[in-house]
Structures are given as C-alpha cells and as structure tokens.
C-alpha cells in the first residue's frame, strides 16, 4: 500500500538515544517512511551503565520485532533485596517469579548500549530511518522549521535542515527545550540538587577474587543499599558475560 500524505513528512529527529531511536523505530513501525535521526556522538557505543527493562517494555520491544535482540546480553532478574547502609541488613526482599507469570515476561537488566542497540538495529532494518552519527545540532529556527547541523568530521561544516516534524529527544541538558523556552522569554533554569551519582563497571572475573563480594554476584538477585543521603545499587549485566555493575 502507498504511504500517505502523512506518512511521507520529513520527520527529523535530535538525539539517538533511548527516546530517539526509540520514536525513530515507532515512528517506522507505524509505515512514517521519512525519518532522520541526528546524533551528536561518532558511534553507538557503551555509554551509560545497567538498565531495567521492565514487562511493559518488552512488550512493546516484542511488538517491534527486537526483544529477541536486547535479550540476547541480558540477565533475567530472579529477585531484589534491600539493605540498611550502616547496618547490612536486608530490610526486606522480592521474588521476582510472579513476574513473568502475571506479566507475560521476566524482570529484565541489561546495560543501555544492547537497549540501544537492539533499537538502532530495528530502526536501521526497517528501511525507513536514516542515522546521521557525528552531526550536532547547533542552532534553532523554529518559525522557518528548520535548525543547523555541525558535521564532527568535517572541519565543522553546517548544514541546515528543513524538516516537516522535529522531534527534540537530546536528552536531560536539551538546548532544544532551553531555545524553545528562550522563543517563549523563560529561561530555562537547571537546579542544583546537590547531590551526585557515579557507577562503576567492574569484570566478573574481579569480582571472583573477592570473596566478600562473590555473594552479591551468584545466581541473579538485584542488591540496593539505602541510608541518609546514600543510595548504592548492585546490577547484573550480561554484556559479553563478564561485566556487572
Ligand atoms: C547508570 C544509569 C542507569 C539507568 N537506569 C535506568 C533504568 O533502570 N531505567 C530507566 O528507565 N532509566 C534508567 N536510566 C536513565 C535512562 O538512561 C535515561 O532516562 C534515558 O537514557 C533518557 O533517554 P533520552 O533519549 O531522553 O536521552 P539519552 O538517552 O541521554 O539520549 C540523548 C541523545 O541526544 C544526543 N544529543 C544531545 N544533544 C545533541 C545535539 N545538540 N545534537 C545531536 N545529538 C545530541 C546525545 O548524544 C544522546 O545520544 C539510567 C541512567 C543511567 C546513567
């Protein structure tokens, strides 16, 4: 069947991360044939750390067609205990069995590159989106639907592109809703809250050589510490079978 009118907008989408490629691949299931996506970063790599993907989400990852490929570096969560911080005990802990008999699918944890990756794949394959990597969207011109694009790779050339949709999915410091706000004369204020996060990587086989350690890592149970202004998480993921957070 011929696309519509509708379906053949030029759909151009800023940020490839989880909401981009995300929308780019629902847009695509939805037979929209015209989507770009914009990303500021030279590759897909392994940035970010674990990720829940919930029933709801595999749902909507089956219903597109890529579940089968985030699952493949994915750990099935078989549980979840929470612990004091100061004293180390567990104040209480979830079976995760009922999971996927009441929901249809396991708790699952994976790190957010095989997310994106299972996204990126299903978008690519769909013959309907077009990613753009190395391309930073610089500048805004909403009353002329269009905004700039600086090419990483080559000595800084922009382009400007005239879109029917733009879809801003850049992410929590997005410059599109601080120049959206900026058309409107709000500022867009960022609060200090004053508090940070971290995460780390670390190889199972690390992990191995420290016995206090090895019992947070065998079989596949979630761990979170929580105490005043302190909040520590243990993750598992399966990524080339080696690594955990
Ligand atoms: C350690 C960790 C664990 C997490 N765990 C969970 C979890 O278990 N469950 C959960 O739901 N969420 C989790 N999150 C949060 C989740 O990763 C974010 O909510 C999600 O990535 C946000 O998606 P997004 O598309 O808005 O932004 P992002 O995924 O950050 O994507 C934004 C993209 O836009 C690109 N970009 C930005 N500016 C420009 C520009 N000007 N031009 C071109 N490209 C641009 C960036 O390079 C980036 O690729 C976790 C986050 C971290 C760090």
């Known amino acids: 069947m011929a696309p519509t009118l509708a379906q053949e907008l030029r759909i151009h989408i800023i940020g490839g991360g989880m909401g981009g490629m995300g929308s780019a691949l629902a847009l695509a299931k939805q037979g929209y044939t015209d989507i770009h996506v914009w990303e500021s970063a030279r590759e897909i790599g392994e940035v970010g750390a674990g990720i829940n993907i919930t029933p709801n989400l595999s749902r909507i990852l089956d219903g597109w067609g890529v579940l089968h490929i ?23 802990s979830v079976n995760f069995d009922y999971i996927e008999k009441e929901f249809g699918y396991p708790f699952f944890v994976v790190h957010r590159s095989a997310l994106q990756k299972c996204l990126v794949t299903g978008a690519k394959e769909s013959g309907r989106v077009k990613l753009h990597l190395g391309k930073l969207v610089k500048e805004w011109d909403f009353d002329n639907n269009r905004f700039s694009v600086v090419d990483r790779s080559a000595d800084g050339e922009i382009q400007w592109i005239d879109a029917d949709v733009i879809l801003a999915a850049d992410g929590v410091k997005s410059k599109a809703r601080t120049a959206m706000l900026a058309r409107k004369g709000e500022e867009d204020h960022v609060q200090d809250t004053g508090q940070a996060a971290y995460r780390i990587i ?4 690390m992990i191995n050589e420290d016995p206090d350690l090895v019992p947070f890592f065998t079989g596949s149970h979630s761990y979170r510490w929580i105490g005043e202004k302190r909040h520590i998480i243990v993750g598992f993921n399966a990524l080339r079978g080696d690594l955990t957070t």
């Not at 985030?70 to 209480?92: I, P």
């Not at 670390?202 to 086989?205: A, L, T």
């Open 70 to 92: 985030a699952k493949d570096e994915a750990v099935a969560l078989d549980g979840a205990s929470v612990l004091n911080c100061a004293k180390d005990e567990v104040l209480t």
């Open 202 to 205: 670390v190889k199972r086989s």
